[in-house]
């Protein structure tokens, strides 16, 4: 009976350290900055129909649960880069689950204040060890989803791209919107 017990504690101890691990594999981090892309769908405004809109954020994020922060400034409209003296704050808000990231977001603007949300999902990510082996952490450097915000009901696509020095990842497709995208918004008609 001893040696039954023996083995069901060695068993239940196994099972328990696999599942830590697993759990603390499952987690990614949202640190650094990040370009946040949209594309309006529908909106109760035409004009709106079709808009690209770009943020650029500093997000952080604690890894025992505290809510993600995140503070920056909208760059781009049209993939038009818009110039500094132009450019409004946004601050944003949110929460972090195993696979999906919630941010509620103040979006200052010319006349008046709108609020958003954004749902994403990690799509591309790599591998980087943190912490003590089998301890791994996934840095996910792409987040897919969707937006709505209050300013003319708009709703559409988003993404989010971690940047390194200024720059989006090798390898990550361009944001496409309506057909047009940063190269193509570029080229003359």
């Known amino acids: 009976m001893l ?8 068993a239940f101890t196994a099972l328990s350290l696999a599942f830590t691990g697993w759990l603390q594999y499952e987690k990614f981090r949202l640190d650094g900055e990040w370009q946040i892309d949209t594309c309006t769908e529908q909106a109760d405004f035409t004009r709106y129909e079709g808009l690209h809109l770009a943020w650029r954020v500093f997000l ?12 920056g400034e909208k760059t781009e409209e049209a993939f038009t880069p818009i110039p500094a003296s132009a450019r ?8 972090k689950e195993i ?10 603007g010319a006349k008046r204040a709108s609020t958003g949300r954004f749902e994403l999902h ?13 301890f791994y952490q ?20 988003a993404r989010a791209v971690r940047l390194t ?8 497709a361009l944001f496409v919107c309506n057909g047009v ?6 080229e003359p008609a």
């Open 3 to 10: 040696d039954f017990i023996k083995y069901i504690s060695v």
């Open 60 to 71: 952080s994020d604690d890894p025992l649960s505290a809510p993600v922060v995140g503070d």
């Open 88 to 95: 409004f704050p946004v601050r944003l808000v949110g929460t």
């Open 99 to 108: 696979n999906s990231v919630s941010l509620t977001g103040r979006f200052e």
């Open 122 to 134: 990690p799509t591309l990510s790599k591998r980087l060890l943190s912490g003590y082996i089998p």
């Open 138 to 157: 996934r840095n996910v450097d792409v987040l897919d989803g969707t937006f709505a915000f209050t300013a003319g009901n708009a709703r559409g696509t």
């Open 165 to 172: 020095n200024g720059k989006e990842p090798e390898g990550v």
């Open 181 to 186: 995208s940063a190269a193509t918004a570029l």
